[in-house]
């Protein structure tokens, strides 16, 4: 063939209509150009079907099955990023005595004799578990904690009606790193962690009278270090029981305990709501503080889960 064959050519393969041949004598072999079907259209590619996930509720004909298509709100993998945010509202009663630097003789009882009651306390918790049980968890907490009282002394020696103010307010901090050992269907959860705590603030007492107007006011801060464990139970996927205890560590003249158990239900996988009970000790000075005191009360908790 004389040239290319193209679709609009009648001289092709099949085709061959006044094909011109070469009519020279057969003495040498020439090679010619190669020979190919010419076609007006590449063929498109196969067509695909795409089927949606269904769920027959009738096992009997296809026309009596109910056929929809699930809507997922949530990833395969919820819960993949391993992080826990927990948010609390706690209502502790407070007890126990303090005193401060300029008050030396003195243990006032923050109950009875300065009236001082414990507002509710805030708190955040951020826990992060990446992998082979391993957890890191921060937390923090403000507490607010004030009082008012009067008394008075008749004829000693004029009649005394003194006012006496205080507060005892301070944030804690924790910031805690530890393992759990973890069964394979996640049941149980059990293991020690280690962490630092921090506490920082103010108290103050005041005295108004007749003949004295007192006011004394201390800033403490504290950082220390603590051990401790914590256990979770999960019988089921909604339901989970938790306790946690940390003691401080390092420290011969001064006490702390920080103490929890309670309960958490998760009506979906990403949140849940927790209702327990806490109990904070503290015995020892800070900066010149002498406090020995208690809170203790339920809290009530929400958690997301990412």
């Known amino acids: 063939m004389q040239h290319d064959a193209v679709g609009v050519n009648k001289e092709c393969l099949g085709r061959a209509i006044d094909a011109p041949v070469n009519a020279h004598a057969a003495v040498f072999v020439e090679s010619r150009e190669l020979v190919r079907v010419a076609e007006l259209l590449q063929p498109g590619q196969c067509l695909r079907t795409i089927v949606t996930p269904v769920d027959a509720i009738d096992l009997n004909r296809a026309g009596l099955c109910k056929i929809d298509e699930e809507l997922v709100l949530l990833p ?25 630097e300029d008050f030396p003789d003195i243990g006032l009882d923050v109950g009875d004799l300065l009236g001082m009651s414990a507002d509710a306390v805030p708190e955040a918790r951020l826990t992060f578990r990446p992998f082979l049980g391993i957890f890191a968890r921060g937390t923090y907490s403000r507490f ?27 944030d804690y901090a924790r910031l805690g790193l530890g393992w759990q050992f973890v069964t394979p269907k996640k049941t149980l959860r059990i293991g020690p962690y ?61 006490d702390f305990l920080d103490a929890e158990l309670g309960i958490r239900f998760y009506p ?36 997301l889960r990412f």
Request: hydrophobic share 45%.
């Open 144 to 170: 607010t904690n004030s009082g008012e009282t009067r008394f008075g002394l008749d004829g000693f020696p004029i009649d005394i009606d003194a006012r006496i103010t205080s507060s005892l307010d301070f």
């Open 76 to 100: 395969a993998a919820a819960g993949a990023l391993g992080l826990e945010l927990e948010a609390r509202y706690w209502a502790p009663d407070l007890s126990g005595s303090a005193r401060l």
């Open 194 to 254: 280690v962490e630092a705590k921090a506490l920082s603030g103010d108290a103050t007492l005041g005295l108004s009278s007749r003949i004295l107007d007192r006011f004394e006011s201390e800033s403490f801060d504290a950082i220390f270090g603590s051990f401790g464990g914590l256990l979770e139970i999960q019988p089921t996927d909604q339901l989970q029981i938790f306790a946690d205890v940390s003691v401080l560590v390092g420290e011969s003249d001064a």
């Open 268 to 303: 979906i996988y990403m949140v849940g709501i927790g209702l327990g009970y806490r109990v904070i000790e503290v015995d020892g000075v800070v900066d010149n503080i002498k406090m020995d005191l208690d809170f203790k009360g339920f809290f009530g908790s929400l958690v």
